[in-house]
């Protein structure tokens, strides 16, 4: 424990450090056209026009816009505020390390931890965040790619126009996900395995398994796997290393399926990009940037829960290649086979949003019959923000003192641990989801719209347990019980990665 205790320490010293540095320096913000746009716009560069006086003359079909409009200036505001706060500091630095030592006692060997890789990864979280908050290249950097990320989603729109006509118009939430979102997500895969074709994806996923390989001296299966969950799923990454899978040690792959649990697909963040930035160009542009860098900053926080949960005690290789397996027969097959993949993902994702909500709502229906019995409505009315006794609330409040450790304002620490829980239990759509509530319901503060983007970052919940078994397991079937014997400890591990990622921003937002 003196390792972590140290470890913290001079972390919390070089975060201050650089605190003091932003503090003098005043804002450090980047020449682009987001902040062209809101300059552009008297609405969202007049601070003190209030959502709900905005919200009062115009009709409901515009609210949302107009939510988002005013959002997306909040939230820029907050990020060039500049400065760190010495208590922001010292609440994240307890969190951290809280879900540290969490990691340290589920551990499977103490004693072969490396806290060497512990503290590269930790340091690499570190300076993506700094870069992403404060540093205008990188700044500038995350923003053009989240402007292809834009521009794909444009594009899926007009392909969804021509299908349905006005039925994409409509402004309910319900409409958006199933007419625009569903629809990019099928664009998207088609574009991602044309790019898999053409050797694009791997040319940049080889760039990133290199520089993990020598920032965090990890095996050259684990970096490859892990640098193609930042773009692919969990069950297609693995696909890069197949010819390893089998021989993998036990930390290798943890390391696999853990880096699975923590990223999100391409696919699913340029839907998230739509779900969390409505029709605002600008909020789509925030939140691509902020899901990117959370998607980025996973990969590390992996390696960190990774590393001190199952530590690596075998030598491991560091060479590996990229499974070159053709998935088309040509460029336009390629395109054709990732239609049909997008298809199945998408349905799947629909089917499986209306049965969890489903199923929410009958355990609210009961929950809220206990509360009307007991009078527990009343007291959740008059006590909290929530409308009467029901799951979220019981999430809400129980991961609430986390929520606060992380680092979270006061007043939104019980949705956050409601998102948190819905991720969890349910799975990470059915949170953004309500995220994008929360946000058009005006709930949240922007510092929390910030640290709930990165805190339901990946697929760690129970469900993708035995997709990552079923998935993984076929591809190296002598595998298939050390699949189920760390499956749950994945999980852990995925939450923990996003845990971070969140404390992190949350102490270097201002």
Known sequence: MKKVLGLLL???????????????????????????????????????????????????????????????????????????????????????????????????????????IVARGLLLQVLLALGVLYVPFIQSFFEIVGRLFVYVLQAAESGAIFLLGDLINNDSLGYIFAFKIL????????????????????????????????????SGTESLSLAGNIFLGQTESPLLVKAYLDKLTHSELFLVMVGGMATMAGGVLAAYIGFLGGNDPVAQMIFAKHLLAASVMAAPGAVVAAKILVPQTESIDQDATINTEKIGANALDAFSNGTTDGMKLAVNIAAMLLTYIAAIALVNIVLGKIGAWTHLNDWVVANTGYKAFSLQFILGYALSPLMWLLGVPSSDIAYLGQLLGEKTILNEFVGYGSLSAMINQGLLQPKSIIMATYLLCGFANFSSVGIQIGGIGALAPNQKVNLSKFGMRALFAGAISALISATLIGMLLG
């Open 10 to 116: 001079l972390f919390s010293l070089f975060i201050i450090g650089t605190g003091m540095v932003v503090g003098t320096k005043g804002s450090l913000k980047s020449d682009n056209f987001v902040e062209d746009a809101l300059l552009g716009n008297p609405l969202l560069t007049d601070s003190s026009v209030e959502v709900s006086e905005v919200v009062e003359e115009v009709p409901e079909v515009q609210q949302e816009a107009l939510f988002r409009g005013a959002m997306a200036n909040m939230l820029m505001s907050l990020e060039s505020s500049g400065g760190i706060k010495f208590m922001n500091i010292l609440r994240g630095m307890l969190g951290l390390a809280v879900l540290l030592f969490l990691c340290y006692l589920m551990s499977t060997n103490r004693k072969a931890i490396r806290w060497g």
């Open 183 to 218: 629809p990019t997500v099928v664009f998207f895969s088609a574009i991602s395995s044309l790019l898999f074709y053409w050797g694009v994806i791997q040319l940049v996923v080889r760039g990133l398994a290199w520089v993990m390989i020598r920032a965090m001296r990890l």
